[in-house]
């Protein structure tokens, strides 16, 4: 691609003034695989242009992580990374923005012990439990962007010659992030208006349950008292806005943890940790999950919810129309940043505090007793298709269609 260098500039951009929104004097942490070093170069200078006080990065690399998890002793997964834990809960707490640049092979740890990759994801997710709560209530900005590497475009693009994989991938997520578009930041202001407005109209209606219908699911959701349906755009602690998503097409609020009875089956393969999970069901009784079947990676879904109680519960109900543009691009992208904004989605675990009213002051006891589920993990799985309905119940018992065939019906 020609014009690809002019292109990385302007997605730095974005992701530097829209997704985490680096104010002067601020510090910005990044995370990021090797493989992206010239992209994390570009934000770091726009950063530092706009007067960051400082720019870390935290760097990883696929090869090292499959090798620790292949051969690193086992207690590496149980003992808690409390120094890195620590590090960045500080630089959360003296208002540090963060920005997770991600360019994952969804095969990267194909093959592992799953007991292994459970083991790091619950030790890590009870070490971050501090930073967890700064993120999820909005005390800090934070957002994540992806870029292609040639193992994930691989993935995607099986049927595209090999050296053109990375430059359709490129092309797609520039597409996704509306960087095709004359003046991208506009478009991002206009884009999140109208999910503002979806947001809207549901807080509005303040439903007390939903119920979704399409092939394999029957599902009923309640919703908890005070909910807040959100939308791609937050504001932190001190009053600025960020993206935390980029790209984000959903409008999303939380469920109330026992709330949920019914059967949802998974309309796409869902990438976690390095494996692929894929057409599974989910079953629920009082918002517990009582049973899981998956085709491919039953292992890893049931590892999954077996991390905490609380991943046994959802924290998030997200509506996406099918008419949405990575939904209409019909690609998969094994990645969840992408394939959750094509789809309606709920997520297994913690829920958004900011998703109840008064919820970002109230501490994780307080939210527990309003009905909010918290757990060490929060993973999205994808639901929608161009065959669900649901419906809004209202505290009187009337039922209007929210989505019909997959789409908002209002
Ligand atoms: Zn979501
Ligand atoms: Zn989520």
Redesign the pocket.
Known sequence: MPQLEAQLSKYADLAVQIGVNVQPGQTLIVSAPISAAEFVRLITAKAYAIGASQVKVNWSDEFITRQQFEHAAPEVFTKPPTWFAGEITEFAENGAAFLHVIAEDPDALKGIDPERIANYQKTRGEALTKFRELEMSDKVSWSIVAIPSQAWADKVFPEVPADERVDKLWEAIFHTVRLDREDPVAAWQEHLDILEQKANVLNAKKYKSLHYIAPGTDLSIELPEGHLWAQGDSINAKGHSFVANMPTEEVFTAPLKTGVNGTVRATKPLSYGGNIIDGFSITFEQGRIVSVAAEQGQEALEYLIGLDEGAKYLG?V?LVPHKSPISESNILYFNTLFD?NASNHL?IGTAYAFCLEGGKDMNQEELMARGLNTSVT?V?FMIGSAEMDIYGITADGTREPVFLKGNWAF
């Open positions: 998030e997200a959750e997520a929060h999205d």
